[in-house]
Structure formats: structure tokens, C-alpha cells
């Protein structure tokens, strides 16, 4: 089955800080990929997505991820934290009936 | 605006008083999911819907339906709520899967 894996649930940074979330996916010869940001009290808004193609994505907000096959991770990676990137982020990986997200990583962003 | 809807957002019941929250979208997507979040546990699936009068079960589906008679709506029923089903609920559509999901705004339901 499917699994997603975020080894991180918490993590402090600085603001102004460079930050990498990780994210660990189980299978999948052409996986579907996203990263999903929640601030606090709101709904899902989805940061970036790989289907294909270039393995360096850019998504909103300053994001972007790398898919590496060899490592079955897709990371997510912002070069300066703003403190209104404070939130909760989630990997999911799509396949042909669902999503299936990893437990979450929070983020703190310190003054 | 193209959106997913969800109501309630707020929810207080007690123990084996059926309920219904309703999901709507906006945007003919063919699939819709529900998906309940816990602390610690992320978004776990519900039930899902590829299209009209086609539902599956998802990763924790006891005591849970839904239906999909039109292709905008798929509310989920509680038939007996539990309190281990309080938690965060949010339902989800895509034009297809696997796509980007759009997030409804979540209803939070407390069974005392």
C-alpha cells in the first residue's frame, strides 16, 4: 500500500531563515506528488505538484520541491522563511484512487 | 469563485444522533473524498467518489456513508456518531485522480 512519510512533525527556523521539509514517498514508477499547506483554523491549499518533467518544481509563496527517484523523496525547500509561513504542511502522494497524505510537519517560525 | 463548500462548520451533537454534512463544488469536478484530520494522524480518507452513483470506502470508513446522486453534492452521514468521531473533517474534489484536490474549508464535529 501507499505510504507517505514526513520524518519531521515539528521544526523551528528562524525567520529569514532557509527551510527543507521532508517527505518520503513508498512507490510508485511515475508517482503523483503534491505538497498542501494549512494555516492555522483554515483548509488545504496546495503548495506545488509533480507529475513529470523537470524534477525541480516551483510552486507559490517562494516554494519549490525536487523530486530524486533514487531517493524517493520529494522535499520541500524555501530559501528565506516569513513568519506568515508559520502553518502545518503536508506531502501527499496520488495514485489512481486517492490521496494519501504523510502525518504532517509543523512549522515555527521564530522572530 | 470556484470552491468547495461545507456545512456545517461547526458541529456540536451527542452520541448516536444522526447527522449529515453536506459538500458541494462548484467546478463539475468527477471526483470528491472525504477525509478526516486528528493530531498526529494527518488526513486520513473517508470514502471517495469517481464519478455519479460511484462511491468506495476509503482508509477508515466504519461508521460513515455518503452518496453521490449528482455530481456537485456527496455529504457524509453519521447514522450513530460515536465521540472517536470528533474530529476535523474536510471534503475534497478533483476534476480527475490523481489531480489537484480542492480543499472545502473543514467542519469540526465534537460527539459528546
Known amino acids: 500500500a501507499q505510504s507517505v512519510t514526513q520524518p519531521d512533525i515539528h521544526i523551528t527556523v528562524s525567520e529569514g531563515a532557509s527551510l527543507e521539509l521532508r517527505c518520503n514517498y513508498s512507490?510508485?514508477?511515475?508517482?503523483?506528488l503534491f505538497w498542501y499547506v494549512q494555516s492555522p483554523g483554515q483548509g488545504l491549499q496546495l503548495l506545488l505538484k509533480?507529475?513529470?518533467?523537470?524534477?525541480l518544481v516551483q510552486g507559490i509563496k517562494g516554494f519549490e520541491a525536487e523530486f530524486k527517484r533514487s531517493q524517493s523523496s520529494f522535499n520541500l525547500r524555501k530559501p528565506s522563511v516569513h513568519w506568515s509561513d508559520a502553518a502545518e504542511y503536508f506531502c501527499?502522494?496520488?495514485?489512481?484512487?486517492?490521496?494519501?497524505f504523510g502525518k504532517g510537519t509543523k512549522l515555527t517560525v521564530n522572530p | 469563485e470556484a470552491q468547495v463548500t461545507q456545512n456545517p462548520r461547526y458541529l456540536i451533537t451527542v452520541t448516536g444522533k444522526k447527522l449529515t454534512v453536506t459538500c458541494s463544488q462548484n467546478?463539475?469536478?468527477?471526483?470528491m473524498s472525504w477525509y478526516r484530520q486528528d493530531p498526529g494522524l494527518g488526513l486520513r480518507q473517508i470514502y471517495y467518489?469517481?464519478?455519479?452513483?460511484?462511491?468506495d470506502k476509503g482508509d477508515v470508513p466504519e461508521g460513515y456513508k455518503v452518496s453521490r446522486k449528482e455530481k456537485r453534492n456527496f455529504p457524509l452521514i453519521l447514522e450513530s456518531p460515536s465521540p472517536n468521531q470528533t474530529s476535523l473533517y474536510f471534503c475534497a474534489s478533483s476534476l480527475q485522480t490523481p489531480g489537484q484536490q480542492f480543499f472545502g474549508p473543514g467542519t469540526r464535529l465534537t460527539v459528546l
Open positions: 512507490y510508485g514508477a511515475t508517482p503523483y
Open positions: 467518489s469517481m464519478n455519479v452513483e460511484v462511491t
Open positions: 501527499a502522494q496520488g495514485g489512481s484512487e486517492k490521496l494519501v
Open positions: 509533480y507529475f513529470s518533467g523537470d524534477t
Open positions: 467546478m463539475n469536478h468527477e471526483y
